[in-house]
């Protein structure tokens, strides 16, 4: 385990980044503290919860020096091509379907990945020990207008918005309350997703030379993967 071989090595301080989604599906008002108790919806989410609450366990069993970050959904420059942002952008460069879950109505609270790593930062070096930061965006917004503003940016018919099944354990909504990272740290977001995420838009187009790698190993991957299926 990563936790105890930073302890048995003097590790000084381990950082656990954590999620929004270790909290839940958020009602229609008011913002996830740190104190609002651990509720995850997903497999996925349920395993950052357990991993948060190892990490608190071993600050309260070893005193080890451990500080728990938790923040909304990134957005930037290299985010991997799976992720909504950029999945969105690839396939509305090829004039792709657009596959948006259930209504789109979903909400997230958007945070530039600059802002994000000062967080990191600031948590690293100036957080008390046990303790768990919230990290937001102040970028509340439905996952259908985020699609609908990178398709605009690009110049491009809503049309190719394609409504597809939820997914299992879709929560409704996320958001953040950073107050205690901005009162004790000083920390508070910069970026604004409105501008930011058109900056991002034409990040990916001038930077095909960075993803299309990448989606070209995944399809040749799962090339590999059917033809095992089918041979063995």
Same mark, same amino acid.
């Given at each position: 385990m990563i936790l105890d071989l930073a302890r048995r090595h003097g590790v000084k301080?381990?950082?656990?980044?954590?999620?929004?989604?270790?909290? %839940?599906?958020?009602?229609?008002?008011? +913002?996830?503290?740190?104190?609002? /108790?651990? $509720? /995850?919806?997903? &497999?996925? !989410?349920? !395993?950052?919860?357990?991993? $948060?609450?190892?990490?608190?366990?071993?600050? +309260?069993?070893?005193?080890q020096d451990v500080v728990i970050v938790r923040s909304s959904n990134n957005y930037g420059p290299y985010q991997f091509p799976e992720k909504l942002?950029?999945?969105?952008?690839?396939?509305?460069?090829? $004039?792709? /379907?657009? &596959?948006?879950? %259930?209504? %789109?109505?979903?909400?997230?609270?958007?945070?530039?990945?600059e802002d994000f790593c000062r967080a990191v930062f600031a948590v690293l070096l100036d957080g008390r020990p046990g303790e768990v930061y919230n990290v937001g965006g102040d970028g509340e917004m439905r996952n259908i207008d985020v699609v609908k503003l990178i398709l605009s940016r690009l110049g491009k018919p809503e049309s190719l918005i394609e409504y597809v099944a939820d997914r299992p354990g879709h929560d409704r909504r996320y958001a953040m309350d950073w107050t205690k990272i901005h009162r004790e740290l000083g920390w508070k977001p910069l970026r604004k997703p409105e501008e930011a995420i058109g900056e991002t838009v034409d990040w990916y187009v001038n930077n095909a030379d960075w993803w299309q790698p990448l989606l070209d190993r995944q399809t040749e991957l799962l090339e590999r993967a059917f033809r095992w299926r089918h041979t063995a």
């Amino acid at each position: 385990m990563i936790l105890d071989l930073a302890r048995r090595h003097g590790v000084k301080r381990f950082v656990q980044i954590s999620t929004d989604e270790v909290y %839940g599906s958020l009602g229609p008002e008011g +913002r996830f503290t740190e104190t609002a /108790p651990l $509720d /995850p919806s997903s &497999p996925y !989410s349920a !395993s950052k919860a357990g991993a $948060d609450l190892l990490v608190q366990a071993f600050h +309260r069993t070893y005193g080890q020096d451990v500080v728990i970050v938790r923040s909304s959904n990134n957005y930037g420059p290299y985010q991997f091509p799976e992720k909504l942002i950029p999945l969105m952008i690839i396939k509305a460069l090829r $004039d792709e /379907p657009l &596959p948006v879950y %259930g209504d %789109g109505l979903n909400v997230r609270d958007w945070i530039h990945v600059e802002d994000f790593c000062r967080a990191v930062f600031a948590v690293l070096l100036d957080g008390r020990p046990g303790e768990v930061y919230n990290v937001g965006g102040d970028g509340e917004m439905r996952n259908i207008d985020v699609v609908k503003l990178i398709l605009s940016r690009l110049g491009k018919p809503e049309s190719l918005i394609e409504y597809v099944a939820d997914r299992p354990g879709h929560d409704r909504r996320y958001a953040m309350d950073w107050t205690k990272i901005h009162r004790e740290l000083g920390w508070k977001p910069l970026r604004k997703p409105e501008e930011a995420i058109g900056e991002t838009v034409d990040w990916y187009v001038n930077n095909a030379d960075w993803w299309q790698p990448l989606l070209d190993r995944q399809t040749e991957l799962l090339e590999r993967a059917f033809r095992w299926r089918h041979t063995a």
